[in-house]
């Protein structure tokens, strides 16, 4: 099983970037799928989760109407949207998924979790 993030890299505040999250999971559409954030010095922290289907989403109040969770299934990928950022979205970025489950931001209840990659934004 391997969870493959991608998509980081450095931005001026204000900006944009993708996040991608390609998993070699059996049945990816099983999995609810999560995205943490860790910056130095910090517990790894819930940032958004989507279900199984795509139709429940949530996120944390300082990313909501900034940031966006989608998930396609037929490529076995979950995305982070993440739009007008701030320099306090700087944090190297995790996957993770849960098999069977909703998502959730205890991150103790996740299955499965990629690498991680750097997001970071300057002022």
């Known amino acids: 099983v391997q969870l493959q993030a991608s998509g980081g890299g450095l931005v001026q505040a204000g900006g944009s970037l993708r996040l991608s999250c390609a998993a070699s999971l059996h049945t990816f559409s099983n999995y609810a799928m999560g995205w943490f954030r860790q910056a130095p010095g910090k517990e790894r922290e819930f940032v958004a989760g989507i279900s199984w289907g795509g139709g429940k989403t949530d996120y944390i109040n300082s990313v909501k109407g900034r940031f966006t969770i989608s998930r396609d299934n037929a490529k076995n990928t979950v995305y982070l949207q993440m739009n007008s950022l701030k320099p306090e979205d700087t944090a190297v970025y995790y996957c993770?998924?849960?098999?069977?489950?909703?998502?959730?931001?205890?991150?103790?209840?996740?299955?499965?979790w990629g690498q991680g990659t750097q997001v970071t934004v300057s002022s």
């Open positions: 993770g998924a849960r098999l069977l489950g909703g998502p959730t931001s205890d991150r103790a209840l996740y299955d499965y």
